[in-house]
């Protein structure tokens, strides 16, 4: 079992940047690969980023190439969402997910996922 805390989320304006972290329980984080998604309100969740367990391997979303940057910490369990250049289309809930194999890009076919964190960019 695997839990996921996310944290990190807030206002910000247009043009700003936030963190998101991910902390995750259990002794197995190192072999989950993980992946960040976010649902706007009125929409289905949407991936945003994925990694790899061993953090070589990264993908994103078109809409945030270039802007954002997935990255983990095996040793503190913890996978990152580095947020820049905020627009106000990235205003969402964020979710962090971990899944044993790789991340899909459905947000409730992977093992696991957590509460989210707000993140609301004001223009």
């Known amino acids: 079992q695997v839990q996921l805390v996310e944290s990190g989320g807030g206002l910000v304006q247009a043009g700003g940047s936030l963190r998101l972290s991910c902390a995750a329980s259990?002794?197995?984080?190192?072999?989950?690969?993980m992946g960040w998604f976010r649902q706007a309100p009125g929409k289905e969740p949407e991936f945003v980023a994925a990694?790899?367990?061993?953090?070589?391997?990264?993908n994103y979303a078109d809409s945030v190439k270039g802007r954002f940057t997935i990255s983990r910490d095996n040793a503190k369990n913890t996978v990152y969402l580095q947020m820049n250049s905020l627009k106000p289309e990235d205003t969402a809930v964020y979710y962090c997910?971990?899944?044993?194999?790789?991340?899909?890009?459905?947000?409730?076919?992977?093992?696991?996922w957590g509460q989210g964190t707000q993140v609301t960019v004001s223009s």
């Open positions: 990694i790899t367990w061993s953090g070589g391997n990264t």
């Open positions: 259990g002794r197995t984080f190192s072999s989950y690969a």
């Open positions: 997910a971990a899944d044993r194999s790789t991340i899909t890009t459905m947000l409730d076919l992977n093992d696991y």
